[in-house]
DNA sequence: CAGACTAGTTTGCAATATAGACTAGTATGT
DNA sequence: ACATACTAGTCTATATTGCAAACTAGTCTG
């Protein structure tokens, strides 16, 4: 490796990282579903602090990304979506998060 | 500790994450900068592979967040943009990835 | 049946990121 | 001498986001 690579050989990594999942907003809603395997939409907004509408578009994003799952039904007649990871979605967080890691383990930070 | 937090204890952290050091070009940038102290505008513009326009709009808004001191000079009547970490800089990228790499080590990604 | 609450979506706005056009000058070829 | 190409950027325009307030639709309660 040439002397200039030094120390960053893992940074053309950074230019690679999934933005869906790179914005903060989204990062803490996956990393709930990553832990609890499914929420509802109330559960989400009241653990994040983001508004509803915030919400809202952040997951139609993840929806849109095939990350998440959406189903709606209801429960004794009030309405409840249901949110839960894809099969992609927790393959592509699991591969972000390695990412991320690799990243700054290797920087001298 | 409560059960239900259990796991994401550490999330909170993520709704503080520096935003101006979480893009990833800029995070790109710092990185360069953190490990080679100094650098040109055609070198960072090399190494990251960013167009002009929006490199210098990232050194625009890192310089404004107080992170890169930007110096310009002469150099055998060839103007040349010089970059370097400021010293709040240097300690907000620390802190930065100290924060992340908290983060992703106790997700169970 | 009026008011308040649940559960979200739609809309509008402000900030960002990105690329392309533009400026200003230098070196090189003919 | 003049044109072409290169260095070194900045300025401007646009497209995409992220965010919050307003709105929809229906349910519960006094």
Redesign the pocket.
Known sequence: MAAEEKGTKNLTAITDID??I?????LLILSYLYVVESA???FL?RQTN????????????LEKAGYVN?K?KF????????LSLTKEGRKAFHEYSQRMKKIFKELPG
Chains 1, 2 share one sequence.
């Open positions: 933005r869906v790179h914005e903060p907003a989204r509802d939409f109330l907004l983001l508004t509803k509408g915030n919400l809202s578009s952040h997951l139609m994003k959406i709606k429960v004794e007649k009030i309405p409840r979506t249901l």
